[in-house]
């Protein structure tokens, strides 16, 4: 077997993820500190009061004290003890509120990473994997973000029990003393060895659940059910969830035979200790005269003792434990971000201002990848030209348009805003003038227009219906139950509605004009409409672009004839760059593929598909 790779040690250990922890509650809520210092007051007061409540009834039996007394010292204590017991009950009751509310800032600091990150890093598989660790941290009450406060609260208890415990066996022979915490702090560093097997293989575990969550996620959505009905996937989602389950348990198994052996450790250690401090105690009552009441005093002391210090220890491993998963949190929240964003210069849009935009000997690699998508590229898009980028698919067109808006910035060269690299501008400003249809898109359990105008308050509705009908899609929203109104989608609202493939893609369209960014991008914005519906789009262009710099990716040459100029992509490259007419003259790569795409449709296209293949193989 080879070598395991190195694990990466967190960043912040215990002592900073408290701090950290601690910064937030009295930033946020101060309840949080308050109420876990009382819990743990009170905790240490009720196990006092327990511990002193035998010994002492059993001396006032001792000294012949009267019944009055004795039974009035029964109800004093048996009072406190009720008192303390509610008050700690209550106490642990209204503690959830304020832990709820910390973890759920916590979350919203991912969530906000999660939206804000830089578009590169969702490429990295480091990243990736530290947000799944970062929301598993977050992702229910037992979960660290949350849990780490019974662990301090826990803590503290044991801290102050321990002292107040202390100076009660402290008539004890110190060799006693010396012995008992001899043994539990070699208890605790062999627990800490054997359990830090958990924490190195933490990688190995969130890799397992990715990948059981990914599963769960395509059998669960209804796209996938799709699947499963038509090509009778059941079988086939079975075998791979069963064979995901067999590699988890044996996962699990690996980790339970450690724990067993940590337990074996601490049972032997916890006898040994026990055994000693009974047989002293022992020892007291036979050769020293210890009285019956001084026994039981000292025999729930050194008990109550050991407890204290396997406490201390046991919710410090914990702690440990739990700080691995905080640091997580904290590295995902703090991750380094690629492109500058608020420590980046200020770029105000200006409606007046016209933008070119400028690729200099630009070239990307994706992470992993072995060769470039886009290679060594020159290209000008000119201050309000309206630019048609074509090719076949994968020809970087994608790509091109990613590394246009920002989302992905060059391994190689450079892209220039009037001039300006683009890099040295706060990016989320950039992100701003464009106005951008993606192949990939994301349409919100909302109201219609809540997904054209992208927000909840002070929309423009006649804005919004302006929008919608230069993406044609106005008659659609007047034939549907709320108009505008209407939610989109059935996950959320029982009286939502689901838009066809086409009609999605028109809502994308209107969202995109309603934020009316200066440039317009639109990736392949009509590759779900029918040609009737793409022609409709073709003749708004004008209307929609009119005073923006505009960008039309597509593999349909059809959409290439409304546009100034014409920029055909191939194999990452620029290989034809012109208006319509001029390359269709030239004769070349785009005037034969707009032959065939023509024919296509002039003729039903069956007896061209083979035609089109064999010129490709020539």
Not at 390 to 411: E, S
Request: aromatic share 10%.
């Amino acid at each position: 077997m080879g070598k395991e790779p190195e694990k990466k040690k967190p960043k912040y250990n215990s002592w900073q993820n408290t701090k950290y922890m601690v910064g937030l509650a009295w930033k946020n809520c101060k309840s949080v500190l308050v109420i876990a210092g009382l819990i743990a007051l009170t905790g240490v007061a009720l196990t006092t009061v327990q511990l002193l409540i035998a010994p002492l009834i059993l001396k006032q039996i001792e000294l012949h004290e009267s019944i009055t007394k004795l039974l009035l010292t029964i109800a004093i204590f048996t009072a406190l003890l009720i008192l303390m017991t509610a008050f700690k009950r209550y106490l642990q009751s209204n503690a959830l509120y304020g832990r709820v509310e910390i973890r759920m800032h916590i979350l919203k600091l991912i969530n906000i990473k999660r939206g804000s990150t830089s578009y590169e890093n969702l490429f990295t598989k480091d990243f990736r994997n530290g947000l799944n660790k970062a929301l598993e941290a977050t992702s229910m009450n037992s979960r660290p973000t949350e849990a780490v406060w019974n662990t301090l609260t826990e803590l503290v208890t044991n801290i102050i029990g321990f002292i107040i415990y202390l100076l009660i066996v402290s008539r004890f022979d110190i060799r006693v003393i010396l012995l008992v915490l001899f043994t539990t702090v070699t208890g605790f560093f062999i627990n800490k060895k054997i359990d830090n097997w958990d924490y190195l293989h933490k990688d190995e575990k969130a890799e397992h659940q990715r990948k059981m969550n990914y599963l769960h996620g395509v059998m669960l959505s209804r796209k996938g059910a799709k699947d499963v009905r038509i090509f009778g996937l059941d079988e086939w989602f079975y075998d791979i969830r069963g064979s995901l389950d067999r590699t988890l348990n044996a996962f699990y198994y690996r980790r339970e035979k450690n724990y067993f052996l940590t337990n074996v450790v601490d049972m032997v250690l916890t006898i040994t200790r026990n055994g000693v401090a009974y047989a002293y105690l022992i020892y007291n009552v036979l050769e020293k005269g210890m009285s019956a009441s001084e026994f039981l005093l000292y025999f729930g002391a050194i008990s109550g003792f050991t407890a204290w210090v396997s406490g201390i220890l046991g919710q410090l491993l914990e702690l440990h434990k739990q700080s691995g998963d905080l640091s997580f949190v904290r590295e995902l929240i703090e991750w380094e971000e690629p492109f500058r964003f608020e420590d980046g210069k200020k770029l105000i849009d200006d409606k007046n201002t016209l933008y070119e935009i400028k690729l200099e000997n630009v070239s990307y690699r994706y992470p992993g990848a072995e060769n470039d998508t886009i290679t060594d590229m020159n290209m000008t898009l000119k201050a309000g030209e309206k630019l048609a980028i074509v090719g076949q698919n994968g020809a970087g067109k994608t790509t091109l348009v990613k590394l246009i808006t920002g989302l992905l910035d060059p391994t190689k060269g450079k892209v220039l805003l009037n001039g300006v690299d683009i890099r040295v501008y706060n990016r989320a400003d950039y992100y701003g003038l464009f106005s951008s249809v993606f192949q990939e898109f994301s349409v919100l359990e909302a109201s219609l227009k809540e997904n054209v105008s992208q927000c909840a308050e002070d929309i423009d509705e006649d804005k919004v219906i302006r929008c919608l009908e230069q993406a044609g899609l106005l008659e659609k929203a007047k034939q549907l139950p709320q108009g505008i109104e209407t939610k989109i989608g059935r996950a959320v609202f029982s009286d939502g509605v689901e838009l066809s493939g086409g009609q999605t893609q028109r809502l994308m369209l209107a969202r995109a004009l309603y934020k009316d960014g200066p440039i317009l991008a639109l990736d392949e914005p009509t590759a779900a409409l029918d040609p009737i519906a793409e022609n409709d789009i073709y003749m708004k262009y004008d209307e929609m672009t009119s005073g923006k710099t505009s960008l039309f990716i597509s593999h349909r040459l059809a959409s290439t004839r409304f546009c100034d100029r014409i920029v055909f992509l191939k194999d990452g490259k620029i290989i034809e760059d012109g208006t319509h007419q001029e390359l269709l003259e030239k004769g070349g790569e785009y005037a034969n593929l707009f032959e065939v795409q023509s024919k296509y449709y002039r003729e039903g296209g069956a007896a061209y598909e083979d035609e089109y293949e064999n010129e490709k193989a020539i």
